[in-house]
Structures are given as structure tokens and as C-alpha cells.
């Protein structure tokens, strides 16, 4: 029987904008908190103005803030700090992204509102961090791809740096930032103390250089920009066929023979500059020049099927609209559907995380209006209708 999301009954302050925290934020959404974004009066998250837009609406916003509710909150004024603290006091985590110093400067810093509730468990991702000689500087996701390495093996071999493709120093950030945060709920069950979290985009670039720091201590020259192949494992690049590109991979020497068995260029595998996969790296260019033409002589889709049929690991390389209707991605429910009152019906993508325990759903909640639930979450906090107008009178909400 299926139960409900694992996080449901946690509740999270979001105090984020933009990507690397509402990334994790709607991370935590997906898989059951119940996430409050706070947002400033009046202009709300940088992101609500960004593109594209359909009918006005964000669509970069709404694909990462579905199903959160929205406040609005002044944390200028003494009484939308004041707000905050009972907030805080009734919350499992917050969650923000503010360059560092600036919840401090607020009075609002962890060590302040731990004084509150002990619990908290406090999550900050920056783009260099809580601590270090360039903790204040100010980040984007193409500065951490640069500064963080990525970048300098991006590319093709002495060409232009190239940023990839998806802001993926804020994504990391995201994504880590929601891993260190169950981390800490975990240990909060067991001590009941809550902790702080501090996340750095460009920590987290340096985190997913994988093989690049350690090719790099083994040769002593630094990596460099490689095109679509592999470093270190060979034929493991993008070829082109007879209409388009596609991928072949070739992890080990026997996916090598296989495929030379099934393409009749057993050749290929007798010869002794491309016998062992340490072999055809070094001869990669070799190999490529009879690569390339053998490669050309068939489609992608008959290169598919006999590749499908041989065992041997390959794919196209999609474009997004190939993506909205691939049968393995629709049956894994990795598009889900939202409904807005301005957009109408927007696909975003859905929860990787499959869990045998709760159903996985292709429907996403709504986006928030901004402060669309400021009146409601006061209420709950026991401000009177009064009250509320006298807040929204002063700029507080």
C-alpha cells in the first residue's frame, strides 16, 4: 500500500531566489515538505521576471516554484523580522541564498535563530561559501563553472572555453544543498538538534571534476577540453551516421570485439594499435580516420538496430522536442504537468527519485501568486485581519 511522500508533515522557509536554492527547495517539494517561499513586497523572486514567458508568466520561475506557497516579507523592518522569528519557531528548516553576511547583518543568521528553535536545521548556499578569503564575493553559475574548473575541460581540443550547457554550478549547489539537509534531518532524529549547512557553488564544481584531478596528478599536465569522447576509454565519443550524430560507448574490451564481430571489421580487433582499450586511446586519431567512414555508411536508426541487437551501449542525441515524447522518459513519468492560471497547461520536469513507498504522480501543484498565502500564514500565526491591513498600510508584506 502506498504511503505518503517521505517528507510530508516537515515544513521548510524558503528565503531563496532565483535557482541554486529554489532547486533544492522544490527538490524537497517533490518529495513531500511543505515549502513557504518568502519573497519581498511588491517585486517577489528576481526569477518571476525572467524568460521565457508564456502569457506573461515566467516559465523559468514557475518550472522550479510549482507547488510552493508564497508570502510576502519586508526583513528591512523590524516587524517582518519579528514575523520571521515566529515562523521560525514553527519551521523544520530554512533554506536561502543570500550572499553571505547579509541574514547575519539582519539579525537573522543561524546562530540567532537556532535561539529559537534548536532544531532548525538551516541550509545557505553561496557561490563561494560561508568561510574562505572570497566568501563575499558575488557568483552566477558561469563564474562557478569557470573558477571551479569545469569550463577548462569543456570544449573542443584549442577552442574557445565553453560553459556548459544547463547552469549546472547552481543546479550542483542545489542538489547538494538538499543532500546535506536530509543528511542533517537524519541526525536530528536521533539528537534533536538542528545544524547549519553551508553549500558552495564552486565547492561543488570542484566535487564533480571526477577523473580530472586524478588524471592530473598522474600525469602532471592538466586535462584539457576533449570534444564529445571519453580520456580515458575508447571508442566512447559521438560519431556522425549517414543522417545525423550519435553516441557509441564502448566500456571494455570485449564491447569492442562484439562490435567489431557485428560490423565485420574484425580487423579492427586483430590490429595491435587498437587490441586494448589503453591501446586505441593512445591511437585514437587512427582509429577515428577508419572510424568515421565506417560509421557514415549507415542511418542512426539502422546503426540502432544493430548496435540493440549486439549489446552494445549507444544512444541518440536528442533535442528537447525528442525528449517530450520519448517512451522511456514518458513511462518513467519525467514529465509532469501543471496547470496555470496564465500560462494554461506547462510540462516540467519530473521527480527522479522513484521510491516503491508513495505513488510517483505525472501532476504537479500550481505556482504560487506572489503572497498568495501571506494573509493565511498570518492568521496562523494569530494576526488579526486588522492587523494584516495595518502590515500591508507599512510595506511589511
Known amino acids: 500500500m502506498k504511503s505518503s511522500k517521505p517528507l510530508a508533515g516537515l515544513k521548510v522557509l524558503d528565503m531563496t531566489r532565483v535557482l541554486a536554492g ?21 517585486t517577489g523572486d528576481d526569477s518571476r521576471h525572467f524568460g521565457p514567458f508564456k502569457n506573461g508568466r515566467s516559465l523559468y520561475f514557475l518550472s522550479i516554484n510549482r507547488g510552493k506557497h508564497s508570502m510576502t516579507l519586508n526583513l528591512k523592518s523590524d516587524e517582518g523580522k519579528d514575523i520571521l522569528r515566529k515562523l521560525v519557531a514553527r519551521y523544520d528548516m530554512l533554506v536561502e541564498n543570500f550572499r553571505p553576511g547579509v541574514m547575519e547583518k539582519l539579525g537573522l543568521g543561524y546562530e540567532e535563530l537556532k535561539k529559537i528553535n534548536p532544531g532548525l536545521i538551516y541550509a545557505a548556499a553561496s557561490g563561494y561559501g560561508h ?15 569557470a573558477e571551479g574548473g569545469l569550463m577548462g575541460i569543456t570544449g573542443w581540443p584549442g577552442g574557445a572555453p565553453v560553459r556548459v550547457g544547463c547552469s549546472i ?19 536530528r532524529n536521533a539528537t534533536g538538534l538542528g545544524q547549519k549547512i553551508d553549500v558552495a557553488m564552486l565547492d561543488c564544481q570542484v566535487a564533480i571534476l571526477e577523473n580530472a584531478l586524478a588524471r592530473y596528478q598522474a600525469t ?13 576509454i575508447t571508442p566512447f565519443q559521438a560519431y556522425q551516421a549517414r543522417d545525423d550524430w550519435f553516441v557509441v560507448a564502448m566500456g571494455n574490451d570485449n564491447l569492442w570485439k562484439t562490435f567489431c564481430t557485428a560490423t565485420g571489421r574484425m580487423d579492427l580487433a586483430e590490429d595491435p594499435r587498437f587490441a586494448t582499450n589503453p591501446a586505441r586511446t593512445e591511437n585514437l586519431d587512427e582509429l577515428n580516420a577508419l572510424m568515421e567512414p565506417l560509421m557514415a555508411e549507415r542511418t542512426v536508426q539502422e546503426w540502432s538496430d544493430l548496435l540493440s541487437e549486439a549489446g552494445i551501449p ?17 513511462a518513467r513519468k519525467m514529465l509532469a504537468t501543471v496547470e496555470d492560471s496564465l500560462a494554461g497547461t506547462v510540462q516540467v520536469a519530473g521527480n527522479p527519485v522513484k521510491m516503491s513507498g508513495f505513488e510517483d504522480s505525472t501532476e504537479r501543484p500550481p505556482l504560487p501568486e506572489l503572497g498568495e498565502h501571506t494573509r493565511e500564514v498570518l492568521s496562523d500565526l494569530g494576526y488579526t485581519d486588522d492587523q494584516v491591513r495595518a502590515l500591508q498600510d507599512q510595506g511589511v508584506i
Not at 568561510?131 to 563553472?145: F, H, M, V
Not at 549507444?314 to 514518458?330: D, G
Open 169 to 187: 554550478g547552481d543546479i550542483t549547489a542545489g542538489l547538494f544543498a538538499s543532500i546535506g539537509i536530509l543528511a542533517a534531518l537524519h541526525q
Open 131 to 145: 568561510s574562505g578569503p572570497e566568501s563575499k564575493k558575488p557568483a552566477y553559475d558561469i563564474l562557478a563553472q
Open 220 to 232: 602532471g599536465e592538466n586535462p584539457e577540453p576533449l570534444g564529445n569522447r571519453h580520456p580515458t
Open 22 to 42: 529554489p532547486y533544492a527547495t522544490m527538490i524537497l517539494s517533490d518529495l513531500g515538505a511543505e515549502v513557504l517561499k518568502v519573497e519581498m513586497p511588491g
Open 314 to 330: 549507444h544512444a541518440p542525441i536528442n533535442k528537447v522536442e525528442h525528449i517530450m515524447e520519448s517512451p522511456q522518459i514518458l
